[in-house]
Nanobody, 112 residues
Framework: QVQLVESGGGLVQAGGSLRLSCAASGSINVMGWYRQAPGKQRELVAIFTSGGYTNYADSVKGRFTISRDNAKNTGYLQMNSLKPEDTGVYYC?????????WGQGTQVTVSS
């Protein structure tokens, strides 16, 4: 069982930046970030595989950057040029073998 602890959410004005962190209690292969806005389904924001492959939602390309420190079992999501439509609860996701794990979520609110 891997536990994920997220941090870094908060309130920021449009155009600002935030950096989310996700610390895993064990080694993982895939790490990613999803978000859920009020009244909407959870959607993929960015994902980083063990092979170094990254993928981003079209809405965040060029503004968000996913990274990971394998030695620390920690992943990051750098969010720049934030927009009000980026508001939501951001969830860290991790995968290892056939198992999937989720963090508790961290709120990101972008004011206009």
């Amino acid at each position: 069982q891997v536990q994920l602890v997220e941090s870094g959410g908060g309130l920021v004005q449009a155009g600002g930046s935030l950096r989310l962190s996700c610390a895993a209690s064990g080694s993982i292969n895939v790490m990613g970030w999803y978000r859920q806005a009020p009244g909407k389904q959870r959607e993929l924001v960015a994902i980083f595989t063990s092979g170094g492959y990254t993928n981003y939602a079209d809405s965040v390309k060029g503004r968000f950057t996913i990274s990971r420190d394998n030695a620390k079992n920690t992943g990051y999501l750098q969010m720049n040029s934030l927009k009000p439509e980026d508001t939501g609860v951001y969830y860290c996701y991790a995968g290892r073998l056939e198992y999937s794990y989720w963090g508790q979520g961290t709120q990101v609110t972008v004011s206009s």
